[in-house]
């Protein structure tokens, strides 16, 4: 029987890390180069977000202190329009809480 795709060893060796995952996902969705979702214009910048901690309020009203990852985001250099967004912004891993390394694996 042949295989179709890849092995899982292979997905790991390619998409193993968040930054492999998202320079895919910037090929994949940019191939001519990252551009603003909104006004389309190609001036834009990268930055990267510290990681930081929030406190979380539960059901129960209990407060806890959580992680919040660094993050790489794009800002569309247009007066007027500013925009920030990120590799995942209005795709299905846009609002997700697990790491693109685990989405690929499925």
């Known amino acids: 029987m042949a295989r179709h795709g890849l092995s899982l060893i292979d997905i ?3 998409f193993g890390t968040e930054d492999q995952c998202l320079a895919y ?3 994949a969705r940019w191939p001519e180069g990252v551009s603003c979702l909104k006004c389309g214009n190609d001036k834009v910048s990268t930055f990267k977000t510290n ?9 129960k009203g209990e407060i806890k202190e959580v992680r919040v990852p660094a993050r790489r985001l794009y ?6 329009c500013r ?4 590799a995942t912004t209005g795709t299905i891993f846009a609002d ?4 693109l390394s685990k989405w690929f694996m499925a």
């Open 12 to 14: 790991q060796k390619a």
């Open 25 to 27: 996902l910037e090929a």
């Open 51 to 59: 990681e930081t901690t929030r406190e979380i309020k539960n059901r």
């Open 75 to 80: 800002q569309c250099n247009t007066e007027g």
């Open 83 to 86: 925009l920030q967004f990120s």
């Open 96 to 99: 997700t809480h697990l790491p």
